[in-house]
Nanobody
Framework: QVQLVESGGGLVQAGGSLRLSCAAS????????MGWFRQAPGKQRELVAR???????NYADSVKGRFTISRDSAKNTAYLQMNSLKPEDTAVYYC?????????WGQGSQVTVSS
């Protein structure tokens, strides 16, 4: 199993920045993929960014050029740097890890972007 503990998030004005952190209970070298999903009210959960083993990344088109996923393997922590935030980025953001074929989720972090 993998426990994921998120931190960060909050309220920011449009154009601002936030950083989310996700600390994993296992070495990141044993985790197949880590990423972030988000869910806005009344909408389905969607992939925001993901990093797979080896360091390859992919992003939702809506966040390309604004969001960056990274990791600190020594701290077993992944980060999502969010710049140039827009009101449509408002959602609950969930950290995700894929370990031995199973999905694990963080507790969720509210990100609210005011116009």
């Amino acid at each position: 199993q993998v426990q994921l503990v998120e931190s960060g998030g909050g309220l920011v004005q449009a154009g601002g920045s936030l950083r989310l952190s996700c600390a994993a209970s296992r070495s990141m070298y044993s985790i197949n993929a880590m990423g972030w999903f988000r869910q806005a009210p009344g909408k389905q959960r969607e992939l925001v960014a993901r990093m797979i083993s080896g360091g390859l990344t992919n992003y939702a088109d809506s966040v390309k050029g604004r969001f960056t996923i990274s990791r600190d393997s020594a701290k077993n922590t992944a980060y999502l740097q969010m710049n140039s935030l827009k009101p449509e980025d408002t959602a609950v953001y969930y950290c995700n890890a894929v370990y031995q074929g199973k999905d694990y989720w963080g507790q969720g972090s509210q990100v609210t972007v005011s116009s």
